[in-house]
C-alpha cells in the first residue's frame, strides 16, 4: 500500500509540471522608454524564461488617432527575442504605445508582459 500511495504522489507532481505556472515560463517585456516620433524602436525580451520556443509582439493601445492599430501584431512567428521596427513601421504617432509580449514554449504553453512606448518629438 505503501508503494501505491508513492506512485499517487509521483503521478500528482508529475501531471502539476505540464504547462501553465508550473512550467517556470515568463515573459519580460524590458522597461517603458522614449522613443523620438520617426525613430524605430527595438522591443527586448531577452530578459524572459523558460524554454521559449516563439516571441510574439502586439499592439495593445495606441494613440487615439492610430486606435485603429490596436490588435495589430508586430511579429508573430519569431523565435528572436529581441527585434527593431523596420523604418517603415516606425511610430509616427505621438504619445503613449502599450505592446504586449506574448512568449510561447514548446507544449504551447504562454507568458505575458507588457512595455510602454512613449513617442515624443
Known amino acids: 500500500m505503501k508503494t501505491l500511495w508513492m506512485w499517487i504522489a509521483i503521478l500528482a507532481v508529475a501531471a502539476g509540471c505540464g504547462g501553465g505556472a508550473g512550467t517556470g515560463l515568463t ?14 524602436p527595438t522591443f527586448d525580451g531577452c530578459a524572459s524564461a523558460g524554454s521559449i ?11 487615439d488617432a492610430m486606435a485603429k492599430d490596436a490588435g495589430k501584431v508586430l511579429r508573430e512567428i519569431d523565435p528572436n527575442c529581441s527585434f527593431t521596427l523596420e523604418a517603415t513601421m516606425a511610430l509616427q ?15 504551447g504553453s504562454t507568458a505575458t508582459d507588457t512595455v510602454s512606448v ?3 518629438q
Not at 520556443?53 to 494613440?63: E, L, M, Q, R, S
Not at 504617432?93 to 507544449?107: H, M, Y
Request: aromatic residues 10%; without cysteine; negative net charge.
Open 53 to 63: 520556443v516563439n516571441y510574439k509582439w502586439t499592439i495593445v493601445t495606441a494613440p
Open 93 to 107: 504617432e505621438l504619445g503613449e504605445w502599450v505592446i504586449q509580449l506574448e512568449v510561447r514554449d514548446a507544449s
Open 27 to 40: 515573459a519580460d517585456a524590458g522597461a517603458d522608454f522614449t522613443v523620438v516620433v520617426g525613430e524605430a
Open 118 to 120: 512613449t513617442v515624443t
